[in-house]
């Protein structure tokens, strides 16, 4: 049965993977826009793909059409098979519990929120506000089914107290920690918190060293200065994602 999850689980990762790379192009952009209309080659969206020309493979249709070269939105395989992996990991230490379902529908925008952060040292709004609230709720749902394996309430206290620490390390630093990163914080909190405090406090300690490490190979590579700003909320994300799995083991 878990074999069976997993394998699922990792179809379904690389499926909605798939469909990443148009939404993380249009989302790419300055914090004063909302999102790109066009492809490269100034082609309206809403008439190159599915969804009013959100979803969709790396590539423009009209572009493809005429013989026009265009741009590529963002590295499709590899957004593929890093959700599958990520669904399929966390699959396999979920098991067929309720809260899988929530997991695998999480997955695939934190992964688009990975992808614009790394792109353009952003995270949009439009998703990460959303993102927080759908987290709760459908961990509410979960909670109500049998063999669940966490706590609501606990879930809700993880994304208020997580939150809070972003917030506190934005407002004494500024520079050095976006608005964003505490958005973010909150639907990490809350997929955190439902496995207890301490998955809490792993899974946002280890999105911190996965950043420190980063940080410190480009530092040795010469590749950046202190100064340098990273993205970090691909860390973060990597973070939870550790901290999930362990809690869900």
């Known amino acids: ?88 990991l966390l699959a396999a230490a979920t098991g067929t519990r309720p809260e899988l379902a929530v997991w695998l529908l999480l997955a695939p925008v934190a992964a688009l929120l990975a992808a614009v952060d790394h792109r353009v040292h952003r995270l949009p709004d439009q998703l990460t506000l959303p993102l927080a609230g759908v987290a709760a709720v459908l961990l509410g749902v979960a909670s109500l089914l049998p ?30 920690m976006g608005f964003g990163d505490v958005k973010l914080a909150l639907s990490l909190g809350v997929v955190l918190g439902w496995y207890g405090w301490p998955v809490l406090v792993a899974g946002g300690f280890a999105g911190f060293l996965y950043g420190a490490v980063y940080g410190l190979g480009l530092l040795v590579l010469r590749r950046a200065n202190r100064r340098t700003g990273i993205p970090f909320g691909p860390f973060m994300i990597a973070g939870a994602l550790t901290g999930v799995v362990l809690g869900a083991l």
């Open 1 to 88: 049965m878990r074999i069976t999850a997993v394998t699922l689980a990792a179809v379904w990762g690389a499926a909605t993977g798939l469909l990443i790379p148009r939404a993380a192009y249009r989302f790419s952009v300055e914090p004063e826009e909302e999102w790109r209309g066009a492809c490269p080659a100034g082609h309206p969206f809403s008439a190159t793909g599915p969804g009013r020309g959100w979803l969709g493979a790396a590539g423009c249709r009209v572009c493809t059409a005429d013989g026009s070269a265009a741009a590529p939105f963002a590295p499709q395989v590899l957004l593929a098979a890093v959700t599958a992996s990520a669904c399929a």
């Open 147 to 176: 063999e669940h394996g966490g706590s609501w309430s606990g879930a809700l206290l993880g994304g208020a107290a997580l939150g809070c620490f972003y917030l506190v390390l934005y407002l004494i630093n500024p520079k050095g």
